[in-house]
T-cell receptor, first 112, second 113 residues
Framework: DGGITQSPKYLFRKEGQNVTLSCEQN?????MYWYRQDPGQGLRLIYY???????QKGDIAEGYSVSREKKESFPLTVTSAQKNPTAFYLC???????????FGEGSRLTVL | GENVEQHPSTLSVQEGDSAVIKCTYS??????FPWYKQELGKGPQLIID?????GEKKDQRIAVTLNKTAKHFSLHITETQPEDSAVYFC????????????FGKGTSLLVTP
């Protein structure tokens, strides 16, 4: 089945540790995105990429890093510099140009 | 990024009634306006969208209207059912973020039998 796969679904980490969230898509989409969701805050854009080996910061990129070495993959690293990393993280992909974003099922990160 | 305001934040209706959710946006260059439904613990799913060259679009019980002059758009759900209970997000796209979407803060809709 075509779609977006995020892993892990749940993740617990100690404060000060870096964490990498995986996002893979088999929709042949050029663009991929990472959003963060907090209760009552909607979805906020962290990073996006329109093409392999290129990505741009979104509204809340501080404390996060990404890579786009393959079209299918867009992993997100939550670094120890992110002051409040506990959140629900959503990955999405789309064709380039205004249109539907297809979302994964999300990864819930809890930092203890 | 673009400011997208969404109201109300919570909405409770009786089964069979209509529900209306409203959004405003700030960037007059926005040209794509989707609505997403999110169920608990899952990713959002597109339910309907509209582009700036159209004023209204309907799909069965769901409709979206767009007023580009006033920069607002609305979601209308008629004959609501309990399975419509979820969080609904409006969004607007704009060119300088690679057509990423800016989302409103969401409306939690509860349909009571």
């Amino acid at each position: 089945d075509g779609g977006i796969t995020q892993s892990p679904k749940y993740l617990f980490r100690k404060e000060g540790q870096n964490v990498t969230l995986s996002c893979e898509q088999n929709l042949n989409h050029d663009a991929m995105y990472w959003y963060r969701q907090d209760p009552g805050q909607g979805l906020r854009l962290i990073y996006y990429s329109q093409i392999v080996n290129d990505f741009q910061k979104g509204d809340i990129a501080e404390g996060y890093s990404v890579s786009r070495e393959k079209k299918e993959s867009f992993p997100l690293t939550v670094t120890s510099a992110q002051k409040n990393p506990t959140a629900f993280y959503l990955c999405a992909s789309s064709m380039v140009g205004p249109g539907e974003l297809f979302f994964g099922e999300g990864s819930r990160l809890t930092v203890l | 990024g673009e400011n997208v305001e969404q109201h109300p934040s919570t909405l409770s209706v009786q089964e069979g009634d209509s529900a209306v959710i409203k959004c405003t946006y700030s960037d007059s260059a926005s040209n794509y306006f989707p609505w997403y439904k999110q169920e608990l613990g899952k990713g959002p799913q597109l339910i309907i969208d509209i582009r700036s060259n159209v004023g209204e679009k309907k799909d069965q019980r769901i409709a979206v209207t767009l007023n580009k002059t006033a920069k607002h758009f609305s979601l209308h759900i008629t004959e609501t059912q309990p399975e419509d209970s979820a969080v609904y997000f409006c969004a607007a796209s704009f060119g300088n973020s690679g057509y990423a979407l800016n989302f409103g803060k969401g409306t939690s809709l509860l349909v009571t039998p």
